[in-house]
Structures are given as C-alpha cells and as structure tokens.
C-alpha cells in the first residue's frame, strides 16, 4: 500500500516519540516536526517542557499546552528532534528549508541525541541538490553572495527574514562532497551567521520513513 508523504511523516513522527521520557526536549522547526509535535501533545504529561528552534515552533508547542524554555535556562537536553532537507548514510544533513537553520543548529549542540526525522525523498547520496541555505546579516549579503560564487554555486537571496532578524541565500548548484569542510568553509565567510550543513554535528540516530515502514539508522 501507497502512503502520502504526510502519513509517512506522521508514522515516522510516532516512531520519534519512542524517544520521549522526561525533562525537556528539544523540538525542529517544519512539516515533519510538526507531526512530531501532534503526537508529542499526546505524552505532555512525560515532560517538564521544550526548547524551540523557531517562533512558529514555540507557538505551536505553547497551543498545545506544552511549556516552551529559553535555552539559556537549560543545562542540557537529552534530545532534539528535527526534520532535514536531506542527509545521508554518514548522518550528514542539510537543513533549513524553513529557514530556522541557526536555532536548529544552537539547539542541537546543546542535545546530547539528535534525532533526524524524515520521509525516503530525503535520503541522498550526495548533498547538494536541494539548495544550500546560508544566514547572513543583511549588509553583508552582496559580499557573502560573491564569496558563495568563488565556492561553485549560485547564491539566490529568499524573500524572507530570519527569526534573528537576518536574510537567506540559497546555494544553488553545489556538489558537497566534503559537508565538513565545506559547512567550516562557508561559516569562517565574514557575515555569515551559519550554513545549513549539520556535518560537524551530524544526527545520532535517523528514523527513515519508508513504504516498508520505519527504518532505524545509528
Ligand atoms: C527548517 C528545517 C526543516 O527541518 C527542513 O526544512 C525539513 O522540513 P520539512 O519537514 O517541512 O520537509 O531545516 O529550517
């Protein structure tokens, strides 16, 4: 039987909550989170509360009467669930699609598990077909744009402002064979706030939503 990408979303965002025993944890920003967030509601009672890698997440989670925690308050969190864009064999991903890459990434350097959730369209062999986002302080996107040029893509800016207060541009056009040195790479371009490769901190465990059910990668 044929499943939608959202019911394979939502299996693999009950298979997350299996994770889920107590304290705080850390939540992702996106579709894919926010199924995880609908069967998170289901067990409140498990947790003191979240932290949010995004408004639109915090929202999400304070409607369903879950507490949401600055991160400053937080020594730790056990776990951070989050959707990507693509990631690979290596647990390599990228992220940012929604635009909430910089939070993502504070958030899970501060989870000692990051839990990937994703449907099978998102695992690749290569990173690099879905366009690269890169954060930057607005007046250094031109500047930023010409150094992405120098590294093989083609930079596009999204219309859109970053819960930081900051612009996207999307890297169009790059095979990253090396997320590592290209996520260190693209971070040292001065203006830059971060990439959307999670390379340095790759995701621990990745539960794959397939046609033959949830795979579990670790
Ligand atoms: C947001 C992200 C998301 O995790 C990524 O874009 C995947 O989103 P979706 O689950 O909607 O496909 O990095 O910044």
Redesign the pocket.
């Known amino acids: 039987m044929a499943f939608t990408q959202d019911e394979l979303?939502q299996q693999v965002a009950k298979a997350a909550v299996e994770y889920v025993k107590s304290g705080i944890i850390g939540v992702?920003?996106?579709?894919?989170?926010?199924f995880f967030i609908e069967e998170l509601a289901k067990v409140k009672h498990k947790i003191d509360g979240a932290v949010a890698?995004?408004e639109a997440t915090a929202q999400r989670l304070r409607g369903h009467g879950i507490e949401v925690f600055d991160l400053n308050s937080v020594d730790d969190l056990e776990i951070y669930v989050?959707?990507?864009?693509e990631i690979t064999e290596h647990m390599h991903m990228l992220?940012?699609?929604?635009?909430?890459?910089t939070r993502?990434k504070i958030v899970a350097a501060v989870a000692k598990k990051f839990i990937c959730i994703?449907d099978a369209t998102?695992y690749v062999p290569v990173l690099g077909k879905f366009p690269l986002?890169v954060e930057v302080l607005p007046m250094a996107k031109s500047h930023v744009a010409r150094e992405l040029v120098k590294l093989g893509g083609q930079p596009q800016l999204r219309d859109f402002t970053t819960d930081n207060g900051n612009l996207i541009l999307d890297v169009h056009g790059l095979t990253i064979t090396d997320p590592v040195a290209m996520e260190a790479k693209i971070n040292q371009i001065v203006g830059v706030v971060t990439n959307?490769l999670f390379a340095a901190r790759p995701a621990n465990v990745l539960l794959l939503a397939t046609a033959d059910g949830v795979k579990t990668y670790q």
């Open positions: 979303k992702g920003t996106g579709s894919t989170a926010n890698s995004s989050d959707g990507a864009d992220k940012g699609g929604g635009g909430a890459l993502e994703c998102k986002p959307g």
